[in-house]
C-alpha cells in the first residue's frame, strides 16, 4: 500500500508524495546487508512495440531508485522471443529512456546470456529437474488442468536423465521441428499454481535472431530466463507489475534449484498503471497502428512515450506524474486529468504566449488612420514577467476569436457585442458599433471605434471595462493550422472503452507574425486557447502545424 506524506516543493508550499513500499523494503534489506550496500535494478522491455506511459512508471521507478540508493540501473531487452522483436523498437526505446532523462548503467541483451541459460537447463535435466516433452501447445494445455482441478503428468516425465541430455542436445543441434519438442521443469503438476505444473523452459523456433543469427534454433522462455538474467548481472531488487506476482515462485524456484548465486535477486511486484480514456495494450496499440487508425506509434492522441513527446508533454511533467501517483500493490484506476494537470502546471512557467485566433472575425476600426501601423508591447507571460515582453503589430483591420463575439449576448456576457466596449489586450478601448454581413447572413466584419486615450502603458485611469480580449493584426497574421485532441477511448454506452470518433479535429487559425519564427519542437501559450506544440513531422517554413498539448481549464481534483 502507500501512505501520503507532506513533502515541500520549490516554492515552498506543502504537497502530498507517496512513500513507497518497495523503498522501504530496500532499506530493510541495508540495514540487514542482504546485499551489503548494493542496490542493483534494471529495466527489461521486450522490443516487440513502443514503450507507453504504463512503461513510463516502471522506468521511473527502475531509475529513481537506484539513483536514491547510489546504485546502478541496467537496461537490459528481453529478446528471447525473436519473432517478434524489430530493431525498430530498440531505437524508439532507447530515445524514450534518454528523454525522461535517465542513463543506464549497461545496455545489455538477455540473448547475451544464451549460453549461460542452455547450460543451466542441462544442469536442470541432471538434477533431475527437467525433461523433454513430445506433447504439443494444445495437449499441454489440457494436461495442465485446471484451478480446481490438479493437471496430469506428461507421459514423457519419466525419461532419464541420459535420454533428456540426448534430446535437448538434438534439439539444439535442429534435429525437430518447431513444436515437435520442448523441455519442461519438472515440478509439481498439483500445485495451486499453475505455473508451477511443470513449465515450459524452453521451446524449439527456427527463426534468425537480430543478435545471435543463426546459432539457435531453441530459445529460453521468458519466465526461466528473467531470473537468470538478473542473478548473472548481480540485480539485488527484480521490481515487476503485478501480473507477475504468481510467477514469483517460480522464479524463485529456478535461482534455488541451480543454486549458483549466493545472494540470488528477489522479485517485488508493483501495481501497474491504468489511466482513464488511455489503452495501455501494446497488442491493441500495435493494431491500431497496423490498421491506419492513427498515424503511427507517435500520433500525439497515442499513449506511447513517443506520442507523448510529439504531443509536446515535457519529461519533468510525466516524471512529476509518475512521483505524485506513487507505488501501490492494489490496482487502481488513475485520472488523465491528473496527466494533464502535471503537464500544465509544469509549461505555464517556461512557455510565452502568442495571440492566436480561431475562427476569425475581422474587426475594421472605422476611425483609426487607414495606413497607420503601431507596434503594441505585449508581455510574454502573465506568470512570469521576467520573460519580458514583444512587440506587437496593430493597425485599423484585425482579427478576433469567434468566441468572443455574440451579436445578441447571453447573461453575464462581457466580450465583443453590438454597443459593448472592451480592451484589445495591450492596445486599445474598442466599442463595436455594426455588423456587416454577407448576403447568406454570416458576419463579414465589425465595425468599430477606439478611444486613442485608452493606449495600455499610457496610464489612462478613466472608465473601466470588464471584457479584454485578444487580436491579430490583418495585414501581418499569419495562417497556422491546428490540432486539437480529445481521448483516443470513450466510453459507450455499456461502459467499454472505444474509439472515439472525435479524437482529432483540425481548424485554421491566424496568429501574430512573431508565430512564422517557431521551430519545430517550440511550445507556446495560445493566449487563452491552452498550450501548443509545433509539431516536429508537419510544421514546414510558411506551413506550421501545431498540436495542442492541453487547454487552459484543469478538470482534476485532489
Not at 352 to 366: A, H
Request: proline share 4%.
Amino acid at each position: 500500500m502507500t501512505d501520503e506524506k507532506k513533502a515541500v516543493n520549490s516554492e515552498g508550499t506543502e504537497t502530498q508524495t507517496a512513500s513507497n513500499f518497495i523503498h522501504n523494503i530496500i532499506e530493510k534489506d541495508l540495514e540487514t546487508q542482504k546485499y551489503g550496500d548494493r542496490v542493483y535494478t534494471r529495466f527489461p522491455p521486450e522490443p516487440n512495440g513502443y514503450l507507453h506511459i504504463g512503461h513510463a512508471k516502471s522506468i521511473c521507478l527502475n531509475f529513481s531508485t537506484a539513483q536514491k540508493y547510489g546504485g546502478k540501473c541496467n537496461l537490459r531487452y528481453d529478446d528471447t522471443n525473436p519473432v517478434k522483436e524489430d530493431m525498430e523498437y530498440v531505437t524508439s526505446i532507447e530515445e524514450d529512456v534518454t528523454w525522461l532523462g535517465f542513463q543506464w548503467d549497461k545496455r545489455l541483451w538477455a540473448s547475451d546470456y544464451f549460453d549461460k541459460m542452455c547450460e543451466a537447463a542441462v544442469d536442470l535435466i541432471k538434477k533431475g529437474k527437467a525433461f523433454v516433452c513430445d506433447l504439443n501447445a494444445e495437449q499441454i494445455r489440457a494436461y495442465r488442468g485446471t484451478l480446481k482441478e490438479p493437471g496430469q503428468e506428461s507421459p514423457y516425465r519419466s525419461r532419464s536423465v541420459e535420454e533428456n541430455i540426448s534430446l535437448f542436445e538434438e534439439m539444439r543441434a535442429g534435429k525437430y521441428g518447431d513444436g515437435e519438442k520442448v523441455l519442461r521443469a519438472k515440478i509439481d503438476m498439483a500445485s495451486p499454481n499453475i505455473n508451477l505444473r511443470d513449465p515450459v523452459i524452453y521451446r524449439i523456433a527456427h527463426v534468425s535472431h537480430h543478435n545471435t543469427g543463426d546459432q539457435w534454433c531453441i530459445y529460453p522462455m521468458y519466465d526461466f530466463a528473467h531470473p537468470i538474467e538478473d542473478a548473472i548481472e548481480g540485480i539485488t531488487h527484480s521490481i515487476c507489475t503485478l501480473e507477475f506476482e504468481d510467477h514469483r515462485p517460480l522464479y524463485e524456484w529456478v535461482l534455488e534449484q541451480l543454486g549458483w548465486w549466493e545472494a540470488p535477486p528477489q522479485q517485488i511486484e508493483f501495481a501497474r498503471l491504468n489511466i482513464t480514456n488511455t489503452v495501455m495494450s501494446k497488442r491493441y496499440l500495435k493494431a491500431m497502428v497496423e490498421d491506419g487508425t492513427v498515424e503511427g506509434w507517435d500520433d500525439p492522441r497515442m499513449p506511447t512515450i513517443a506520442g507523448l513527446r510529439r504531443r509536446g508533454y515535457t519529461p519533468e511533467a510525466v516524471r512529476d506524474f509518475c512521483e505524485r501517483i506513487g507505488v501501490s500493490k492494489a490496482n487502481s484506476l488513475v485520472d488523465v486529468a491528473l496527466l494533464e494537470h502535471c503537464v500544465r502546471e509544469d509549461l505555464k512557467n517556461q512557455v510565452e504566449s502568442r495571440n492566436v485566433v480561431e475562427n476569425p472575425i475581422k474587426v475594421i476600426i472605422t476611425n483609426y488612420p487607414e495606413n497607420q501601423t503601431e507596434e503594441m508591447e505585449i508581455e510574454n507571460s502573465k506568470e512570469v514577467p521576467e520573460m519580458g515582453s514583444r512587440m506587437v503589430p496593430f493597425s485599423r483591420e484585425l482579427y478576433v476569436d469567434g468566441e468572443d463575439f455574440m451579436e445578441v449576448p447571453i447573461k453575464k456576457y462581457f466580450r465583443l457585442f453590438p454597443g459593448n466596449e472592451v480592451r484589445f489586450k495591450g492596445a486599445y478601448f474598442i466599442t463595436c458599433n455594426e455588423v456587416i454581413k454577407n448576403e447568406d447572413g454570416t458576419i463579414k466584419a465589425l465595425h468599430c471605434t477606439y478611444d486613442p486615450e485608452t493606449r495600455s502603458g499610457s496610464g489612462f485611469e478613466g472608465r473601466k471595462v470588464k471584457g479584454t480580449i485578444h487580436w491579430v493584426d490583418a495585414k501581418t497574421a499569419i495562417k497556422i493550422k491546428i490540432r486539437q485532441y480529445g481521448h483516443l477511448m470513450i466510453e459507450d454506452e455499456k461502459g467499454e472503452n472505444i474509439m472515439n470518433p472525435a479524437s482529432l479535429t483540425e481548424l485554421e487559425a491566424y496568429a501574430e507574425p512573431a508565430v512564422a519564427q517557431a521551430k519545430a519542437g517550440e511550445r507556446f501559450q495560445f493566449f487563452r486557447h491552452g498550450y501548443y506544440i509545433a509539431d516536429s513531422k508537419l510544421s514546414t517554413e510558411g506551413n506550421l502545424v501545431f498540436n495542442r498539448i492541453v487547454d487552459l481549464k484543469s478538470s482534476w481534483k485532489k
